[in-house]
Nanobody
């Protein structure tokens, strides 16, 4: 079993930056595919970024060039650096993980483990 705990969310002004962290316990993440998703009340959870075990990354079009996913296997942690934030980025952000070999990083059903989420609010 894997437990994921996100942190780093908060209130930030438009144009600002935040770095989310997701720490895993229970198993090493080195062979896991990891993803970041976000959800706004009343809407479906949407893919934000993913990073495969070999470092390959994938991003939603809406965040390309602004968000960067990275991982530190030694710390069992995955990060999401978010720059140039806009109010449209306001959501609860979740990290997800799977040890299975998956064909895509972008689908929520591909992941087996989820964190509890951290709120990101972008507002002036």
């Amino acid at each position: 079993q894997v437990q994921l705990v996100e942190s780093g969310g908060g209130l930030v002004q438009p144009g600002g930056s935040l770095r989310l962290s997701c720490v895993a316990s229970g198993r090493t993440l080195s062979v896991f595919a990891l993803g970041w998703f976000r959800q706004v009340p009343g809407e479906e959870r949407e893919f934000v970024a993913g990073i495969a075990w070999n470092g390959y990354t994938s991003y939603a079009d809406s965040v390309k060039g602004r968000f960067t996913a990275s991982r530190d296997n030694a710390k069992n942690t995955v990060y999401l650096q978010m720059n140039s934030l806009t109010p449209e980025d306001t959501a609860v952000y979740y990290c997800a993980a799977t040890a299975r070999t998956i064909a895509t990083l972008t689908r929520s059903w591909a992941y087996d483990y989820w964190g509890q989420g951290t709120q990101v609010t972008v507002s002036s």
